[in-house]
């Protein structure tokens, strides 16, 4: 395996070093990580961070491998700076046995991007009413921790009371699509202004809300752990404060997309724009960065989310619900919390690598960087900048909601294990790393 030293290199943001990774793991820091006959990684004035880890991918196989497949997925991911993504249950046949999140699991591993771990459905066919075989998926290969529904609600109280039970055995946890499903039946977007100006059926605040307040209060009354994928509103940040000070064992994560953009880019009527859950108000943009920032919400989830033109280059009314996000989550996230002095380099490594690896109960990801620590890395360069096009990027669908806009930072290397998944900002193919 190839030996690389990076010269120069800022460790979460800190002071320049050099920084040896060989065998797989961190080798040498400092002084005495020059040795002859390594690769040069030149990083001087790039950002060093532990490779990311994504709570929040659907990678579409099996199933709609015209959206994407997980050899693209996992590409985008590399390319974004991840390291590890768990691929979302929602696929066709669904993520609910063992067998199909085993396949997935492998794919993941003969594509050899990032790793991938599949997210187990929690009831079986996301229909909500039967609990899938949890057991048999933590169990299987694939070692499945986090369970999901996502896209669907776990609506039902008493089966996700009977999820949250069942996850305990094997230290599982239950993350939650939370929304109200008689609250938001034909909703299009954000209910509210804008909603009432263009006429479209709105999606209240409320119906976030209220199935976070329940969970939380099920996963006290049951001793579990709970996870709130894209919190989207500020009364929802505040439930999950106040759980939280009550020593509730939950954690929550916020999108890319929800900590920059609002529902008044609707008014276009522009489907990528159209998203589940919605794009907010403004206050509720400065909630959840505020919450992110106070460590309120623990993680960054991309809830990348691609679909095929056909199922987005139509009416507002008929496109798909979803955006892509892999190559774009790392600059989005600079631009709204480090540009903004609101957060810094350790900040960022905390809600997109350590904590969605410790949510997901991942050994070797989101580790410090210290010498023997496995080397799994990103190099970013925090003073680029560059025009998203879609047509350009590795995921299968341009469905971005940044297209056209320029955005702050680029990954410059990832590296899985101590081997380049990505050099000077592009993909190292599989054969040209022994
Ligand atoms: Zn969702």
Known sequence: MTTHLL?????????????????????????????????????????????LVDLHTHLREPGREDAETVESGTRAAALGGFTAVHAMANTTPTQDTAGVVEQVWRLGRDAGWCDVHPVGAVTVGLAGDRLAELSAMARSAAAVRVFSDDGKCVHDPVVMRRALEYVKAFDGVVAQHAQEPRLTEGAQMHEGVVSAELGLTGWPAVAEEAVIARDVLLAEHVGSRLHVLHLSTAGSVEIVRWAKARGIDVTAEVTPHHLMLTDELVRGYDPRFKVNPPLRTAEDVEAVRQGLADGTIDTVGTDHAPHPREDKDCEWAAAAFGMTGLETALSVVQAAMVDTGRMTWADVARVMSTAPARIGRLTGQGRPIAVGEPANLTLVDPAARRVVVPEQQATLSVNSPFAGQELPGKVVATFLRGRATVLDGALVPAGGHA
């Open 7 to 51: 010269t120069g290199a800022r460790p979460l943001g800190g002071e320049p070093t050099d920084v040896l990774l060989a065998d797989g793991v961190v080798a040498a820091i400092g002084a005495d990580a020059r040795r002859a006959g390594a690769h040069v990684v030149d990083a001087d004035g790039l950002v060093l961070l532990p490779g």
